[in-house]
């Protein structure tokens, strides 16, 4: 059966893996003359299933592996093929196709998988001699021939029956041989048996080691977030400390607020109470001085509207400390969930979460900041309303009038008006009029008195010597603790 050669084998099997008992070669001769086509013979025993890329090729003495073969052929498939039946086959190889040199070759059977089955005895590719020779003889030459094809044919005689004693003995050989094949037959199902069974061990082995593989890889894995998560759990306890630390300023600055409208607002009832006597005085005095009493009430009038101003900006100032107290309960609240997020941190879940309320907080934080910055804004205002005020009354010209009135008209501060700044104008008590009338000129933040010599201008380079500039933005500030917490504030951000 012949095929086309374009296909050779892809098989590099060495030669430790190959059996050479399953397929045995037949009629090779010693050698053959080149130019001819040769015949192989062979027999498929009954351990091997042939298939139908199984191949013969001729391979050079000494070959390493079945890729060094010189030629080769597709061999034949058996039309009956039973499973204990032994099949003779036979494979022609072209003249073309055979080796011109005279090395020895052999025969190799090799089936789909490149594993050789069987291999044949060396042999040659080289011409038959044929030597002429004339022999001469004489006759005691041709006697001891004969003696000696006697002697020959007697020890014939004796290799025949030595012969027929090893035919017995191969006979028995043989039986033993079948039985020894029988079990050989029982020894290889159990082999195969034990190596179906190291198969399926090995493939165990196998997948426990990529099970191991694997469960190592995840290991590594959780500990690099392990890792990851004990960094971001620092940096939000960072954040935290951050955060709570600018909570417990706020309240500081929150406290020192209350206080400093409490104060104001004391200040204005003061200021109320004075305004108030002022204008009991002015009630009181003679009829030349009517425009004066005109111009004070218009002035009155507008204190009226500062103060109503002061009480609508007390409101809201309230209306902003329970906003305070508000975002107080809500930082307090914040706290709680950054402690049961730190707790959620350690079951290595919700990190995306977490950066979201931290970015929450962060959220709510500044909101804080604004607020509190309107309050410091509201409170400026107030007081900057304030020393407005303070400075029209001192650089009114009426009012300085009132200020030059003679000491003996001015009566002085009796121990019960003692917390009025002009004193009470229905104490006529002549013991309680003192020589001289104390200075109105008084610095609202230092509370320096001055005399009356002392300009407008003087005292008002005084004043402003007390206020301090954001130099971040356009803010002033009179108190020089709530100045540096907004400059703090500035550099966190």
Known sequence: MDKTLDE??????????CHFSQVIFNNVEKFYVPGGDITCYYTLTQHI???????????????KTTREYYTFMWTPFPSDLSGDSIVQQQIQFRAYYLPKDDEYYQFCYVDEEGVVRGASVPFQFRAETEDDILVVTTQGEVEEIEQQNKDLLKENKELKESCL????????????LRLAQEKMKELEGEVCFLQTG??????????????????????????E??????????????????LRSSCEKLELEGNFLKEENKRLTEQNGCRERELQQFKEHNQEVSSEKEQL???????????????????????????????????????????EENRQLRITLTEQHQNHDLAKELEEKNHLFQI????????????????????????RLSESPDYSAWVAVPSAQVPTRSPESADLLFGNPYNKSLETYGVNMPSVKKCPLCHEVFSDDIGPRQYEEHVRSHILDCPFC????????????HVYCHSLE
């Open 49 to 63: 299933t042939p298939r139908r890329k199984d191949w013969v090729g001729i391979f050079r003495v000494g070959w």
């Open 8 to 17: 050779p084998p892809t098989s590099a099997v060495f030669l430790d893996n």
């Open 368 to 391: 804080l900041q604004r607020k509190k910055d309107e309050i410091e804004e509201k409170n400026l205002r107030l007081r900057q309303e304030n020393n407005e005020l303070l400075m």
């Open 198 to 223: 190291n198969l399926e061990l090995r493939r165990a082995q196998e997948l426990q080691a990529g099970e191991m593989s694997s469960a190592q890889m995840n290991l590594a894995s959780i500990r």
């Open 293 to 335: 009493e005109s111009r004070l009430k218009t002035t009155l009038d507008h204190m009226d509207q500062l103060q109503s101003q002061v009480l609508n900006q007390e409101k809201e100032m309230e209306n902003l400390v329970r906003l305070d107290h508000d975002k107080t309960e809500q930082l307090e609240h914040l706290k």
């Open 474 to 485: 356009d803010e002033t500030f009179q108190d020089k603790q709530v100045y540096d917490d």
């Open 225 to 242: 977030q392990n890792i990851k998560l004990g960094k971001e759990n620092q940096e939000l306890q960072k954040g935290l400390a951050s």
């Open 165 to 176: 004693c090893l035919q017995k003995q191969n006979l028995g050989l043989q039986e033993e």
